[in-house]
């Protein structure tokens, strides 16, 4: 009989879970993974290709992709003071962040809901989560917050900034009382920073622990998995030590470069978007019996009343729709969804396929 390996020598607590599941969207319009819905035009394309043959993919990447690193710094505002490091995705990120601070017993701290990797990579770096539920409106509970801080010590705080699934943006005198309150690091996340209208990264020289972490997921990039985290020197020199060596391969290096070179691009695809925004706004908001929540992202959390959502989910579903199902039966997003702002033809065919389903 073979001697059942797995069960003796992995964690108890990661056989227990459940690996990140992302769902084939097929054919299917894919409005559920608040990805920039457009492609380059073909001219930035064509160039980008023409230049691409000349990577050296024999070549290891430079360790600390420097010039990269130094576009994004131009390009995302970082204060000159400030040093940075780039990951592999946000997610790599959060998990070097983790791992440098995973003191026995130390804590990670986030309201809720927000993003699940939060809680994912603690668990993964063995540190203890405490999460603190948001208030009604999804804003920060400021009292329990402060509670939580001087009970739990946390060794860090994760701020999403909009907050992800809710997408709204939490009031920064809160923030600025809880980097002020905390005794160890926090980092505001700002994956949609694009579409916020509001940024700490200019604050960053005014606190002592504080950092801001981003991506350019959001703006049109989701396939490179690139993410940047910028602080003071003496965070950064620190967590770099823990970033695995070559992270950022030779291809993100050099299309994200080229990417960052056009950002005017990037931003005429963020001001659609935006503008895109409202418009589905106001059609949601013109169906009956819909709750939507401001969003200061690229997505929108709305349910239905009467509805269930996962029936709602399952007609979008089978109309050939595909946008994000977030059932939780005893918390706030209790009967909600998330839909991605699309194209205008993919937004017209979601609200089309929703009042003819809200008919029935």
């Known amino acids: 009989m073979v001697k059942p390996l797995v069960k003796e020598w992995i964690r108890d607590d990661i056989r227990a879970l459940n690996a990140y599941h992302v769902p084939d969207p097929g054919e299917m319009i894919k409005l559920d993974a608040m990805e920039n819905p457009y492609l380059w035009p073909e001219a930035m394309q064509q160039l980008w290709l023409s230049q691409l043959a000349n990577v050296p993919l024999n070549r290891y990447p430079d ?197 960052l070179e056009h950002s005017d691009v990037l931003q005429q695809q963020t001001d659609q978007i935006c503008a895109d925004r409202i418009k589905l706004q106001s059609a949601l908001n013109a169906l009956p019996n819909i709750t939507q929540y401001p969003s200061a992202a690229n997505f929108i959390l709305f349910k239905i009343a009467d509805r269930q959502s996962d029936d709602i989910f399952t007609a979008l579903k089978q109309s050939g729709i595909l946008i994000k199902r977030l059932a939780n039966p005893s918390g706030p997003l209790k009967n909600t969804l998330r839909v991605t702002i699309g194209t205008e033809q993919e937004n017209a065919a979601f609200i089309k396929s929703l009042s003819d389903i809200l008919k029935h």
């Open 63 to 259: 360790p600390s992709a420097a010039k990269l690193t130094a576009k994004i710094e131009q390009v995302m505002a970082v204060p000159k003071s400030m040093k940075s490091i780039l990951g592999n995705g946000s997610d790599e990120l959060i998990q070097i962040i983790c791992m440098a601070l995973a003191k026995p017993d130390s804590v990670v701290m986030a309201p809720e809901p927000t993003f699940v990797m939060y809680q994912m990579i603690a668990q993964f770096t063995n540190m203890h989560y405490q999460g603190i539920p948001l208030d009604e409106q999804f804003q920060l509970d400021m009292p329990a917050m402060r509670e939580a801080i001087e009970k739990h010590q946390p060794a860090v705080i994760f701020l999403a900034y909009p907050n992800n699934p809710t997408g709204n943006l939490f009031s920064e005198q809160d923030v600025r009382d809880i980097i002020a309150m905390a005794p160890g690091l926090v980092v505001v996340d700002e994956a949609y920073h694009a579409f916020a209208g509001h940024s700490f990264m200019p604050m960053l020289g005014e606190y002592a622990n504080l950092v801001v972490m981003r991506t350019v997921s959001k703006m049109g990039l989701a396939g490179l998995r690139l993410g940047l985290l910028s602080g003071r020197p003496e965070w950064l020199n620190e967590f770099d030590k823990v970033r695995l060596p070559y992270n950022i391969n030779v291809l993100t290096q050099f299309s994200a470069e080229f990417a």
